[in-house]
């Protein structure tokens, strides 16, 4: 008989946004532990060297992996999924990989349009993968990629503070909005994890409605699909889910952040 997989996911963003994920995450899969990986320390991901980063997460993912022993990990970051998804798959074979990529497919399935803005960091919009994807699925749409360089950073503030600058969420989303020939914008795909915290700020600080999608669910609906696909043990309920950060000293805030999500903050490994 098959050896049966440890009871537990483990969730990697570069920050706090893979919390966006986690929080749907932990409502539909509570069998199974939940540890969450922020490397926080490199944060953020979106301005960082392709060769670089790949060796960074490879290095990273051999701690990670012996320490843990995941049954399964969802790379919940837009910028490093993009990246590193086929070469982490490559370098773990033995383990079992969910990404999170650009919801494109989707978006142009659903607008009405024609035109559809990706807001991502620099990284995922410089991306082959993000570019194969809009080949592949959006050929009839016209796809605007706006790489923004702060809203990951606006999101962090805003989730550790509770504030944030609206004029400056509205300069960043405001080349999302197109007009061409009487059409509108009428989808913006949110493609990266902390840009769900945001979406209400977002939607104020738009020029018109539109659609934000927003794939957090999609990713632990994906993720259950392969949970009951594989055979983990059983959880032992006496360990809790918890949170460790790459940086020495995650901040007060952060920690609280994290046990707002369920979470106890624990060091990095090793
Ligand atoms: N949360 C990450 C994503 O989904 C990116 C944030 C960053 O490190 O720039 O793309």
Known sequence: MAELRDPSVLFFDSGIGGLSVVKEARIILPGLRHIYVADDAAFPYGAWDE???LDRMTGLFETLIEAFR??????????ASTLAIGH?????????????????KPAAERT???????????????????????????GQCHVRLVGSEHLAELAEDYMRTGFVDEEAVRREIAPCFVEEN???TDIVVLACTHYPFLANRMRKTAPWPVDWIDTSEAIAR?????VE?????PRDFSLPDIAVFTSDDPR?????????FGLSTEPFPG
């Open 51 to 53: 060769a670089e980063l």
């Open 70 to 79: 995941p049954g399964l990990i969802v790379i919940a970051c837009n910028t």
């Open 88 to 104: 982490l798959r490559r370098a773990f074979p033995d383990q079992v990989f969910v990404g999170t990529v650009p919801a494109i």
């Open 112 to 138: 009405r349009s024609g035109l559809v803005s990706v807001l991502a960091t620099p990284g995922t919009v410089r991306r082959q993968y993000t570019r194969d994807l809009i080949r592949q699925y959006a």
């Open 182 to 184: 009487g059409r509108r």
């Open 222 to 226: 994906r993720t259950l699909t392969l």
């Open 229 to 233: 696909q594989m055979q983990f043990g």
């Open 252 to 260: 007060t805030e952060v920690m609280r952040l994290a046990s707002g």
